[in-house]
Structures are given as C-alpha cells and as structure tokens.
C-alpha cells in the first residue's frame, strides 16, 4: 500500500492486498478494521484502502470505540455507500481512553 503513503509491514512475507485476493480465491470477505494506533487510523484512511484494495470481498469493520475515537461521526456512517460495511462490532467502553482519564486523575492529585 505504499502509494497510500503507509507503511504496511507483511505478515510471513505476504503484502496485505494479497490476502484479500487469497480471501477471495476461497469464497470469503475480508474486513478491515481501523484504530488509532494502528497505520490506518481513521475512517478516511480506511477508505482510502479500501479504493486501493479494490476488491468487492474488502469491506470494513465498524468497531464503534475506535469509530468515534477516531473523531468520525453518526453523519459520517450515515455518508457511507452501502456495502462498504462487513462488520458492526459493538461495546460499552466509555468515549474517553481510559489512559486520558487516568492522566486527569493524576493532574488532579498532583495539585
């Protein structure tokens, strides 16, 4: 994925587009998944690889933590053209990290 300015390392040697074509040749859908510490780290970047990808098996996964985390928006999901996503992951963490809550705690306690 180099021409989406990424640097994608490859798992035992295979470049990541390789296994959606791999998916493909057995009948099966990849879902990409995005999250902030991860090379692609928003929904934009996700998008990005999807029309680099270019594959009709690729899809993403909307995990709703890294979602909203990222700073994307009910209106930007609303946006998305259908079939763009394969999976819903959803969970009960709170909107803050944890770690940004903890280093209020601790600005708290140090005055």
Known sequence: MGSLGIEMP????????EYVSMAAERGI????E???????NN???ALAALRHIARPNAQLVIDAMHFFR?????????????GVVGHVQLCDVPLARAVDATRGL??????
């Open 70 to 82: 990222s700073g994307a928006t009910v209106a930007d999901l609303a946006a998305l053209a259908p």
């Open 34 to 40: 995005f999250a902030s510490p991860h090379p692609i």
């Open 106 to 111: 601790l600005r708290r306690s140090e005055v």
């Open 29 to 32: 859908g990849l879902v990409l």
């Open 43 to 45: 929904l934009q970047a």
């Open 10 to 17: 490859s798992a035992f040697g295979v470049p990541p587009v």
